[in-house]
């Protein structure tokens, strides 16, 4: 699935609101030894988790754990991001206007925001409809839509995966 997101050896990602880590643990594999993943998440407890997860699987890429609610992404610099995957936490962001500037901030000229919304039904579901808007709004243009299967909780589903890029000053 990484790979066919557009992550390869050596780019940097955000994996926001990463959680215990089930897809930060594959991002670093995709990204490999000159690759860097910071793992945002609110809780520390999962950070924890994460970090013990990551001792028993290879994880060759750098995944540096940041224990923090701030949606601002203050801590990271401008334009140095490749990819940032927002996978099932947007509905827990009460703010999609300020994430989504400090996305665009983040992301060099070719990155990307890859959003798993789970569209499954479940009780936290969010409107894609809402959510494009909110894109749109904010210049994201949608770039991709791909299926496929992957964990979700604890189960097996076969969701989509949609990829936008930040329209920048600079693009026509």
């Known amino acids: 699935m990484m790979a066919e997101l557009g992550l390869s050896a050596g780019n940097s990602a955000i994996d926001f609101g990463c959680g215990k880590g089930r897809y930060t643990i594959p991002l670093s594999q995709a990204l490999g030894q000159r690759g860097n993943v910071t793992a945002i998440e609110r809780d520390a407890d999962e950070l924890d988790q994460l ?9 060759p890429a750098t995944i540096t754990p940041l224990h923090t609610s ?59 409809d809402q959510l494009t808007t909110a894109l749109t709004t904010n210049n994201f243009q949608l770039k991709a839509q791909r299926k496929f299967a992957m964990m979700h909780n604890k189960d ?4 989509a995966v949609y990829t936008f890029s930040a329209l920048h000053a600079t693009d026509p």
Do not use: E
């Not at 996305?103 to 890859?114: D, E, K």
């Not at 097996?156 to 969701?159: C, G, I, R």
């Open 51 to 59: 970090q013990a997860l990551a001792s028993a699987f290879p994880t």
């Open 70 to 128: 701030d949606i601002s992404l203050g801590s990271i610099p401008d334009n140095t991001v490749d990819a940032v995957l927002a996978f099932d936490v947007l509905q827990c962001v009460k703010d999609w206007s300020c994430f989504f500037t400090a996305v665009s901030r983040v992301l060099n000229t070719s990155g990307a925001l890859h959003i798993y919304p789970a569209t499954i039904p479940h009780p936290d579901a969010i409107d894609f």
């Open 156 to 159: 097996m589903v076969t969701d």
